[in-house]
Structures are given as structure tokens and as C-alpha cells.
């Protein structure tokens, strides 16, 4: 290592002094990396062989309370620590800009996983079997978020949102030496240099192991990036780590011989002569807890920034070693991979293990490595058992190395641990509810509520809450909407899932409740839908479905001012869908009848407003202007007495006017056709116009047909006599070119109506050309490029045989 420490442009020998000086120190210093399993391995021969009095562990310092419930026999990791913050008194100045309103606290949580093999986890088991104590150093994450006092004109100043999840790998793979030597290397990833240099499954030497990782952390933190540290925190996390250190040692009268740190490596290298304090931690609500947690989460693949790759496949690397079997690693991960093809249906057997193990020794072998690693094992399974390429005959196979490498794992956590308030009351209520027997079930729990029922809606209002906070328990597979009884049914899905638990402790950021979380969550999206009609009325609905008058009256207050300022067709007319689901059960709920009728009414006639300047929106807005047609239709025709039909028609026809996008224009004309303003017949003139049209105009028939038949089907087929003949004058006026421009979108078109009105067309195209009652016509489906080598073909042999005398 010596000559690439040179390289790099570092004094090795200084490296070294700096590491005799860390190894020689009284206080004993051992470096580690997050879910380790060699790294562990060599923490429990140290602490074994060393028996401090107290370990220093870098974990939260806000959850020293909690190490004895994860030690605990009954808790069985995968597990996370889970930390959360509150600023209910905004001391740290950020509400309104990391929250969505100046009413609405600044929130923050952060989970430290922690898996069999992770080396703190084993570190705080193997001091409990010495009886030492555990102490936990790390400065709590929210005393790391950066205040902010108002700018002079009383608005945040601009800020990336915090790094509260420490990663010690970015400062390693930032470093300059960690460059020089992965470019020297040739290491693909930080992943495969950490497992050729520290996973060593047959090394016993913990000490030689600690100089080894001293020396590589030393040379790294020379050459750190100052903004990697910068951004992770690192020198005020190392206060704090000195500050507990010494106070504790101070506190129970013990030497600094009688304790051990276990720590990033990149930390042992802190400025022990730093007298400046840490950050205080800022006043506010904080819960710790410890929950289940799964080999999932703890993934790169879950999104986790810290993620083990593959944890499933470092626990059996863990297990194998520790049972004497470390040469039967490759063996075991290829069997469990084969093991997942199999299962698809891959005739796979014991001898591609056999031939994935001696593969993967080979390469090590090749690639200066003292034994396989799983980047090895990855390769030899690739080379061994894809018959074709990789990316694309090799999908199946690269899916089930992800699947045995990263594993399925749940883990659980003791019952001595209390739970949060909000997982309590999700319990109580679940008691109080009488839906407790779902707990006790693994299959699905169909739940048939109505709403008139005191039981049903109180059921009701629950499981829209606990849907709402997006917490993996309850779905709603159906709801009424007339008024025959069903419009106060719900017919819901129940299922108990692990994830239920940690889902909610979420949540706890929000309400020490289920309803105080589901308020909370729903004010601040309140304050996000700002002034969006659609968005804002969608509030308002959820916040009568969850049960909270409370709330419903200030919706409806910010309902009125955001119909009234918003401008957009489509938000405008989806606000009108939600209020008038909303007035069907006005009385049913207490709502003020009176208040909805003023809203449907404003928001009626600011739609009809609006809709002219929808008349040549953007294609990815189109989607959105033709569902608020349909939405707007719909209630002018259940209620054309309160509605003013003919101030919706005539924006329609000012928009058809206006409007040079024939998409948009076939959907206002068809508009026009399905709330009786226009008839059919006028609808299939206007197709049979574009037969004389140039050929620029004639190609865009499909997308105005496709328009009409998006917003009116029923009412154009009642039409379908004249509009197949208008297609028939268009396509006999079109040249082959212009016809398969065409094609697609009349095809498109024709899609979108349903089985029995296709049926029904082509009965009407039969009649046309006189095949009606023929048993010689026939449905004909396929490709878009077989129809047009039919008509190709049909072209083809026409013109052959045009001379012929037959």
C-alpha cells in the first residue's frame, strides 16, 4: 500500500505515524463500516478479548434509552432505529418553506438500520454478554439542520433541504486516494475495492485487520473532499462524539483504558484537539422507537443511500464463517440464485453450481484476489449460466441474482418495547372498531360498510385515514354513487402486512394519532394545492370522507378563493366533479347545503369561462381538457335546470372556432353533439368535408374523429348511417400515402369505443356495402402493418387484373 500512498502524493511514512498514534491510544479506537460481516467478526474478537467497561458506539445519541430493547433476546434485526423530529415552535425557523405553510412545523426523521451482521449491532451484544455498557455518541440529526431567521422581507432564504442520514461512504469514495487507487486498481465500485481489501472471510487477526483499516482510512481522510465533509456534517458530529466520550468517562470515574469506540473508520482520524462545542439540539417534539425492518429496505435497490447490496448474501457470508464453512460461500449463494430459476421454470442443476463455484475461483484468482467475492460469483453465474446476452436472454437471471442476494428477511422487535402514540391509538382502534380479527390473518379481510350505520361510519372514516396516510392495511375496492342505497356503501380490503407498523411510525411526525396525522397531512396539502380548484376541492372531499368538520369548513372557505382565481378548463371542471359528489350526500354528512350550491354554481360558470382558452392547449394538457368536457357534461345533463346549457355550448363552439388543433376541435364538436346542441349528422358532414380538403388538411381526419369519439360515442353512433359514409368519401378521395397517415389514428379511434359498439359499426359498414345478412362477412383483426399489407396487396392484385378479360 506504501507505493500507492506515494503515488497519490502522500508522505507514507506520516501516514504511518499518524496511525501508530491512533493504535497506541489509551482509549481504544476500532474503525468499522455499516453492515459489515468481516468488520463485526473482528469487533466481537476485540471486545471479547478486551472486555471494556463501556463501549462507545456510533449510533444516536437520542435513543440511549432504546439499546436495551435491541439487545434483547426477543428482538431479532433486520431493525432500524427510527428518530423524529418536530418544530412545533419553529425555532429553527423553517416553517413554511421545508413545510408548506408558516402554520404547518418543520418535520424530520431518520432511520439507523441494523441488520445481525451490522458491527454496531453485534458490538451492543457482545458488551452485553461482558456486561458493559453501551453508549451511543453520534450528534442527534436534527442538531444538524441549519437554522434560518427571516431575510429582512420576511421570506426564507433559498436552501437545499437537510442531509440527515449520514453516509461515511461518500467521504471515503470522494477522497482522492480512493480515486488513485480504484483508477490503479481498476475497481468498477466502491463495493467490490471494499471486498477485496477488508471482506476477507478466513482473516482472524483483529489487530493486523484494525492497522490495515487505519492506514486506508488515515490516507483517505489526507485527501477528503472538504465539501463532502461539509455536507455530511462531519466535524460537529465529531464534537460531539469527543464531548460524550469525555464527559462519560468523567461521569463514571473510568480511564480512558477501560473503553473502546467503535466508529467509522474515516472518524478515528477526528481533531482530538478541538475545544469548540457541538450544535445544541434545537427544542421540539422527539420520538425514538426501534421497528421491524427487512433486508429490502436495507438494500441499494430500496432507495436506502447507505444500502448493503446484497444483505442476504453477507448474512450467509456471516453465518458460513462463523460455522467454520467460509470455502462453501460461492457454493451457497449459486445454489440459492439456481435455486430462484428453478422456480421460474430454468432447468438448472447442481453442476452449474459446481461450475459457477470453480468459475468464480478462477476469476478471483485471475483478478489478484485471495477468495471469491460476490462481484466473482456474479460474473461466473453470467459466464456459467446465460445461454445468450446478458441484457437481454440474461434478464431472468440477473432478476434472481437480485432476489437471492438481497433477500427477504423481516425482522421483529421485543413487546417490553412500548409503542409510539400513533401505533397505540392504530391499535386501540382498531379494538374499538371491532376489526381486530384482521390482525390474526394472513389472507385479505373483506369489510361491506354502510355508512348509515353509527359502527360502519365510524369504520369508514378510520380506514379512509389510514388509507390516506398511504399505510399498507386498508384498500377501498368499491363505492356507490346514486341514490339507491349504494351511494353510502364501501366495500373495503384489509390485510396485516409488516410494513404496517413502520408505515405508521412515519406518520408519528405528523399526530401522536391516526385522525391528528391524517389532519396534519391534509392542512399542508391544503396549503400545496394553493390555488388549484381541482386540487383544493379534492381536499375538501377527503377531509369529509376521513370525518373532520374541523377542517371541512376552511376547505370549503379555500375552495371558493381558488375557484375563483384559478383559470385552467381541466382543474375548474374536476373541482365541479368533486363538489358534486360532495352535494349527493350533503345531509348525510352536515354539510352546509347552502355553501356547496354558491361553490357548484361559481365553479359552473367559471368553467364555461375558462373553456375557450383550453381551445389549443399543449398536447400533454389535451388528456385533461377532454375528461373535464366529460366531467362538465355530465352535470349539465343530470341537471340542466340549475345549469345553463346554452352558456357551455356556446363556450364549446367559441373553443371549436378557435381551436386549430383538430384533436381538440373533434372533442368540442362532439361535446356539442352529446349535450343535444349539434347533431350527429353534423358532426359526420364535418368528416366528410375534409374529403375535398388539401392533403395537409384531409391526413388530420383521424385525430378529429378520435377527438369526437373521445367526449360523445353514444350520441355520434346514433349518427353512424352518415358517418360511415363520410369515412367511405374520405378514404376513396385519399391517395395511399395520405391514407396511411391516416390509418393509425382512425384506428385509435375506432378503439375507443366499446365491443358492442363496434359491433354495431360494423354491422352499419355491412349494410353500406350491401354485405348486411352475408354469410361471407367476417372480422378481420391484426397489426396496423398487416392491415396496410392487405390493402397493399389488395392494391396490387387490383391492378393486375384490371386488363384481364374475365
Known amino acids: 500500500m506504501s507505493s500507492q500512498i506515494t503515488d497519490a502524493g502522500l508522505d507514507a511514512t506520516e501516514i504511518a505515524k499518524r496511525v501508530d498514534a491512533i493504535l497506541a491510544d489509551p482509549l481504544y479506537w476500532f474503525p468499522v463500516r455499516h453492515h459489515s460481516p468481516t468488520t463485526a467478526r473482528h469487533v466481537q474478537a476485540a471486545i471479547a478479548a478486551r472486555k471494556p467497561k463501556v463501549v462507545f458506539i456510533e449510533g444516536p445519541f437520542e435513543a440511549n434509552d432504546l439499546i436495551p430493547h435491541v439487545v434483547d433476546a426477543a428482538t431479532a434485526p433486520p431493525v432500524a432505529i427510527y428518530s423524529s423530529y418536530r418544530d412545533d415552535d419553529n425555532v429553527l425557523g423553517l416553517n413554511g418553506y421545508v413545510s408548506a405553510a408558516p402554520d ?53 432564504p433559498p436552501r437545499e433541504a437537510p442531509v440527515v442520514a449520514p453516509n461515511e461512504d461518500r467521504l471515503i469514495t470522494s477522497s482522492g486516494f480512493y480515486k488513485h487507487l480504484a483508477d490503479a486498481a481498476g475497481f468498477k465500485s466502491w463495493d467490490e475495492a471494499w471486498d477485496t481489501l477488508f471482506e476477507n472471510p478466513v482473516a482472524d487477526d483483529y489487530e493486523a485487520y484494525r492497522r490495515e483499516m ?8 489526507a485527501t ?69 425492518y427487512s433486508y429490502f429496505r436495507i438494500s441499494e435497490m430500496s432507495g436506502y443511500g447507505a444500502g448493503n447490496r446484497a444483505p442476504q448474501f453477507y448474512q450467509t457470508c456471516y453465518d458460513l464463517v462463523a460455522a467454520g464453512r467460509a470455502s462453501d460461500i460461492a457454493m451457497e449463494h449459486a445454489i440459492a440464485v439456481l435455486r430462484h430459476m428453478r422456480k421460474g421454470g430454468d432447468p438448472l442443476s447442481t453442476a452449474d453450481a459446481i461450475s459457477v463455484t470453480h468459475h468464480s475461483e478462477m476469476l478471483a484468482r485471475l483478478r489478484g484476489r485471495p477468495h471469491p467475492t460476490l462481484d466473482d460469483i456474479s460474473d461466473a453465474l453470467i459466464t456459467c449460466c446465460c445461454k445468450g446476452n446478458p441484457n437481454e436472454e440474461g434478464l431472468k437471471l440477473r432478476a434472481a441474482m437480485d432476489t437471492a442476494g438481497i433477500g427477504t428477511k423481516i425482522g421483529k422487535v421485543t413487546s417490553k418495547l412500548g409503542r ?31 355508512k348509515r350505520d353509527a359502527l360502519a361510519a365510524r ?169 373535464g368536457l366529460i366531467s362538465v357534461a355530465e352535470v349539465v345533463l343530470r341537471d340542466p335546470v340549475r345549469y345553463d346549457r346554452v352558456l357551455f355550448a356556446q363556450a364549446a363552439r367559441t373553443a371549436a372556432a378557435d381551436s386549430t388543433v383538430p384533436f381538440l376541435r373533434g372533442a368540442f364538436l362532439g361535446l356539442l353533439c352529446e349535450i343535444r346542441e349539434l347533431p350527429a349528422a353534423a358532426l359526420a358532414a364535418e368528416v366528410a368535408s375534409l374529403a375535398l380538403a388539401s392533403v395537409e388538411v384531409m391526413v388530420t381526419a383521424g385525430d378529429l374523429l378520435d ?68 354469410e361471407d362477412l367476417r372480422a378481420m383483426s391484426g397489426s396496423l402493418g398487416a392491415t396496410a399489407l392487405v390493402a397493399r396487396l389488395d392494391a396490387a392484385v387490383a391492378a393486375t387484373l384490371k386488363d384481364w378479360p374475365l
Not at 214 to 221: D, G, V
Not at 226 to 249: G, N, S, W
Not at 730 to 753: G, S, T
Request: with cysteine; charged share 25%.
Open 104 to 156: 404547518i412545523p418543520a418535520r424530520f426523521a431518520v432511520w439507523y438500520p441494523l441488520t445481525p451482521y451490522s458491527p454496531e449491532y453485534v458490538a451492543m451484544k457482545t458488551a452485553a454478554t461482558i456486561k458493559a455498557d453501551v453508549v451511543f455518541i453520534d450528534l442527534p440529526h436534527y442538531a444538524r439542520v441549519e437554522r434560518h431567521a427571516p431575510t429582512p422581507e420576511g421570506r426564507q
Open 214 to 221: 487505519a492506514t486506508f482510512c488515515c490516507a483517505a481522510r
Open 224 to 292: 477528503a473532499d472538504h465539501a463532502a465533509e461539509h455536507a455530511e456534517d462531519t466535524v460537529e458530529r465529531e464534537r460531539h462524539f469527543l464531548k460524550t466520550i469525555r464527559e462519560t468517562l468523567a461521569a463514571r470515574k473510568l480511564k480512558p483504558e477501560d473503553a473502546m469506540v467503535v466508529c467509522g473508520g474515516f472518524h478515528l482520524f477526528l481533531d482530538r484537539a478541538d475545544k469548540a462545542a457541538p450544535p445544541e439540539c434545537p427544542a421540539g417534539t422527539v420520538y425514538t422507537t426501534v421497528v421491524p
Open 420 to 450: 409510539l402514540p400513533i401505533v397505540n391509538d392504530f391499535h386501540t382502534q382498531i379494538s374499538d372498531l371491532e376489526l381486530g380479527e384482521v390482525l390474526g390473518k394472513e389472507k385479505k379481510m373483506s369489510v361491506k360498510l354502510d
Open 459 to 627: 369504520r369508514s372514516a378510520f380506514l379512509h385515514r389510514v388509507s390516506y396516510l398511504k399505510v399498507p392495511f386498508a384498500g377501498m375496492v368499491n363505492t356507490g354513487g346514486d341514490f339507491s342505497g349504494t351511494l353510502f356503501r364501501e366495500d373495503w380490503h384489509l390485510k396485516w402486512d409488516p410494513k404496517t407498523e413502520p408505515a405508521l411510525i412515519e406518520q408519528n411526525l405528523y399526530g401522536d394519532t391516526v385522525e391528528a396525522a391524517a389532519l396534519n397531512r391534509l392542512r399542508e396539502a391544503m396549503a400545496q394545492a394553493g390555488t388549484n380548484a381541482g386540487e383544493t376541492c379534492a381536499r375538501l372531499l377527503e377531509a369529509v370522507d376521513m370525518d373532520m368538520p374541523d377542517l371541512v369548513q376552511a376547505a370549503e372557505d379555500a375552495c371558493g378563493d381558488a375557484i375563483d382565481t384559478d383559470a385552467s378548463f381541466p382543474s375548474l371542471a374536476t373541482a365541479l366533479r368533486h363538489l358534486g359528489r360532495l352535494e349527493q350526500y350533503a345531509v348525510f354528512r352536515g354539510l352546509r347545503r347552502s355553501v356547496l350550491e354558491d361553490l357548484l354554481t361559481r365553479c359552473y360558470d367559471r368553467a364555461c369561462f375558462a373553456l375557450p382558452d383550453a381551445a389549443n392547449a399543449p398536447e400533454e394538457e389535451q388528456q385533461g381538457v377532454v375528461d
Open 707 to 774: 377527438g369526437m369519439l373521445a367526449v360523445s360515442q353514444t350520441s355520434l353512433m346514433l349518427g353512424a348511417e352518415r358517418l360511415v359514409a363520410a369515412v367511405d368519401d374520405l378514404l376513396k378521395a385519399a391517395e395511399w400515402d395520405p391514407f396511411l397517415v391516416m390509418l393509425p389514428r382512425l384506428r385509435a379511434a375506432i378503439e375507443r369505443l366499446s365491443n358492442p359498439q363496434k359491433d354495431s359499426l360494423a354491422a352499419t359498414v355491412a349494410r353500406h356495402y350491401g354485405l348486411a345478412g352475408s
